[in-house]
């Protein structure tokens, strides 16, 4: 009996520190005018951006394998992976390719869905993963210009493609392009 009581406490303390919790946080969104998905997609951006390395920084040395990175493009900080061969030679031009996510996704997640890091050790080249701004591409329909916040994705390309040139020898003639859906 003091058993089940004593749960019965904690289970409504739990419930109520929850439903205080989720009237807390309703007014801090409403407060700074963001949606819940805002929200999360703002704290993952800024934990991401945190434990990457900034690209333009002269003490960032890239190594063989999979390498954070930051970047900054336009007035964002954007955010994404680079994977460097085993066999990476930097006395030798090395073809770069980009593997843009599709929507809602993170260049993470194209990573392990393409698994083409494990080409690149194979075929001699660098892959970036890069992240779209809220998940997704400014592709020019409306929906991916208001979820990805209008960004020029074009020109975070530009920026992409010569901080990982300034780092890496990179062999301009051989800079390619893939992607899925909104990528």
Request: zero cysteines; aromatic letters at 8%.
């Amino acid at each position: 009996m003091k058993t089940s009581r004593i749960i019965g406490v904690i289970v409504i303390s739990v419930v109520g520190l929850f439903i205080i919790m989720a009237i807390f946080m309703g007014i801090f969104l409403r407060r700074n005018n963001m949606t819940l998905r805002d929200f999360v997609t703002e704290r993952l951006a800024a934990k991401k951006e945190a434990e990457s390395q900034l690209l333009t920084d002269a003490s960032f040395t890239p190594v063989t394998g999979m390498n954070k990175i930051k970047l900054p493009s336009g007035d964002k900080m954007r955010t994404g992976l680079i994977y460097i061969p085993a066999g990476y030679n930097p006395t030798q031009p090395t073809p770069l390719v980009i593997g843009y996510h599709g929507g809602f996704g993170q260049g993470e997640n194209q990573e392990k869905l393409t698994h083409m890091s494990q080409v690149a050790d194979k075929e001699g080249f660098i892959i970036a993963y890069p992240d779209g701004l809220g998940r997704h591409w400014n592709d020019g329909r409306k929906f991916a210009a208001d979820a990805s916040h209008g960004t020029d994705d074009v020109q975070f390309t530009r920026d992409l493609i010569a901080a990982i040139s300034s780092r890496l020898n990179i062999d301009p003639t051989r800079i390619y392009a893939t992607g899925i859906s909104n990528g």
